[in-house]
């Protein structure tokens, strides 16, 4: 085999290989073939034309193999094919510049005037398609560079009729026919029905929140007024801008417990809570909290701690939920303490209450706004506390006059409220005083001697109505 692979010239071997006569190599390497190992028959020849030969029986084998894959199909057969079909065009590219490196070694002119290899299909296509991307890319940003974006000066400064106070909107609202009024009725007294059952579910052990569409202010008012009447019980508008936990505890410890005195943290006062009812098994408390994931309650230290209040026997509690994510505030923990029983009570009443703190771009913000913003806040408070505020309200309205006024300094104020018997010490003041600056109501600023000075940040006429408001209501 080796001899008839000798006695190819030169010549011959280069006609096979440009007319890639695969028929011809063929018959050469039949031989070859038939063992299954095409490269095993040129191992002694070194000439150019055994080379190429070689080249050309590689090319045969593959051919071969898929003839036979094609008639008889075999698992290690078409392992094989595909092994030399994902190779295949690795193997020509390597083959085809193994046969030009030779090529170009030959001394004869026709041979060193052979034609390079062409590069890949797959190479050049890959080239063109990112070549195109890129072009696409800078078309794309040339064409967007050039336009100018305009933006629209129509803002509600400029327009024509007069922006409303608060006042004026809700009287308008309040003459706004209501849709599926009877509807929403009867809605709403199937939910008062359950009235009686969640009394029961409270009292073995269970705590109850609603959720649903709609406001549940008025739901939860009449089942206050209704079955609560009677008993202790705690209101938490957790939709008021500046309530605070803290806020909570103090009502429960001076309103409930009776106990005056300061707290280094809100975990001691829970303790404190927490012992007392433990201690006195007559002592109940009812809590309604309007909105407990209100952006003031939703941190994880206030849901702990009122979880934990929550767990004790003889406190029940009662909330509503409006925001659509606020089951993720509560871990297995805290719906452990919880204990929750869930009602789905849509009312399809209107936000109005929850909403009046919210400022909008279409209302006059006046004194009006803050002046029911005070009142609500000071209604959360103890009457002790009332009546500080109160105190500090007179003094800074005789003041009006002196526009250099800084406030009341605290001794002066202390001496003041001790003399109306609203505290009995400093430390009492300056606890009151912390939960009014807690709720935004003071403000404190030292002057230059180093007195601490106490003002209000409310405008004058907004007090003077505050005080109104308050003469009315005693």
């Not at 692979?5 to 390497?29: F, H, M, P, R, T």
């Not at 913000?365 to 009332?386: D, I, K, P």
Request: net charge negative; proline share 3%.
């Amino acid at each position: 085999f080796v001899k008839k692979l000798e006695n190819i010239s030169d010549n011959e071997a280069q006609e096979i290989l440009e007319e890639k006569n695969y028929v011809a190599a063929l018959g050469i390497c039949a031989q070859g073939i038939s063992r299954g190992k095409p490269d095993t028959a040129l191992t002694s020849g070194d000439s150019f034309s055994v080379r190429v030969v070689q080249f050309l029986c590689k090319k045969s084998f593959q051919a071969f193999n898929l003839k036979i894959y094609a008639l008889a199909p075999d698992p290690y057969l078409e392992s094989e094919s595909e092994y030399s079909a994902s190779c295949s065009e690795e193997e020509d590219e390597d083959e085809q510049k193994e046969v030009s490196a030779v090529l170009s070694d030959q001394k004869t002119p026709a041979k060193t005037k052979a034609a390079s290899t062409p590069p890949p299909r797959n190479s050049l296509a890959k080239k063109n398609k990112e070549q195109k991307m890129g072009n696409l890319v800078e078309e794309y940003f040339e064409a967007h560079s050039s336009s100018k974006v305009l933006t629209s000066d129509r803002t509600l400064q400029k327009l024509r009729k007069r922006r409303l106070d608060q006042q004026t909107l809700r009287d308008l609202l309040k003459n706004a026919p209501l849709a599926y009024a009877a509807e929403i009725r009867n809605l709403n007294q199937q939910h008062e029905s359950l009235f009686s059952k969640w009394m029961l579910q409270l009292h073995l052990g269970f705590n109850i929140v609603l959720y649903g569409l709609g406001s549940k202010r008025d739901l939860l008012e009449k089942f206050r007024t209704s079955l609560l009447q009677d008993s202790v019980h705690l209101v938490v508008n957790g939709y008021f801008p500046s309530i605070t936990v803290r806020s909570i505890l103090n009502s429960i410890t001076e309103e409930v417990l009776d106990h005056i005195g300061t707290f280094r943290s809100p975990l001691d006062q829970l303790e404190f809570i927490t012992k007392r009812f433990k201690e006195d098994s007559s002592l109940e408390l009812y809590v309604l909290i309007h909105n407990l994931d209100s952006q003031m309650l939703r941190g994880e230290r206030s849901q702990q701690i009122l979880a934990q209040l929550s767990s004790l026997p003889s406190i029940y509690l009662i909330a509503s939920i409006d925001h659509i994510n606020a089951p993720l505030m509560w871990d297995q923990a805290k719906l452990s303490l919880y204990n929750w029983l869930w009602y789905e009570t849509t009312t399809f009443n209107p936000y109005v209450e929850e909403t009046s703190y919210e400022n909008s771009l279409l209302v006059q913000q006046s004194g009006s706004l803050a002046l029911s913003s005070l009142m609500h806040v000071l209604h959360s408070l103890t009457l002790n506390a009332r009546g500080i505020f109160r105190l500090l309200a007179q003094h800074q309205l005789e003041k009006k006059d002196n526009p250099s006024y800084p406030g009341l300094s605290f001794q002066d104020f202390y001496q003041q409220c001790r003399e109306a018997f609203l505290v009995n010490s400093d430390l009492t003041l300056r606890a009151q005083l912390t939960e009014f600056r807690d709720h935004k109501l003071i403000r404190t600023k030292r002057g230059a001697d180093g007195v601490e000075y106490l003002l209000i940040p409310v405008d004058d006429s907004t007090l003077t109505d505050f005080l109104e408001k308050e003469d009315e209501d005693v």
